[in-house]
């Protein structure tokens, strides 16, 4: 069964554009994983400084991958989380 992660981003406007580049260099190593199926990033309207990220794995194991991945520690862990001041995640097994 497909996986699903939303996850909701906020930073100062200060950094909004360091973390788009760091979002959008996740998205395409993000896509190039086996189980991905989708990676989109979305500027919230409205929100400066606001991220909407969907993502779809073939299966939970494929999403534990990606957090596994190098590109994942190095780009979202290590550029994008320590900009952010909010940052909610969902979880979800679509149906």
């Not at 909701?8 to 979002?23: F, G, I, K, S, T």
């Amino acid at each position: 069964m497909a996986y699903a992660v939303v996850a909701h981003y906020r930073c100062a406007p200060a950094d909004e554009a360091a973390v788009r580049a760091a979002l959008l260099k996740a998205r395409e190593a993000t896509r190039t994983e086996p189980a991905n199926l989708m990676y989109e990033v979305h500027v919230v309207e409205g929100e400066p400084g606001g991220f909407l990220l969907y993502e779809r794995y073939a299966d939970r194991e494929g999403f534990e991958a990606h957090k596994a991945a190098e590109h994942f520690r190095e780009v979202v862990v290590g550029v994008v989380w320590p900009l952010l001041t909010e940052r909610t995640v969902t979880f979800a097994e679509v149906i």
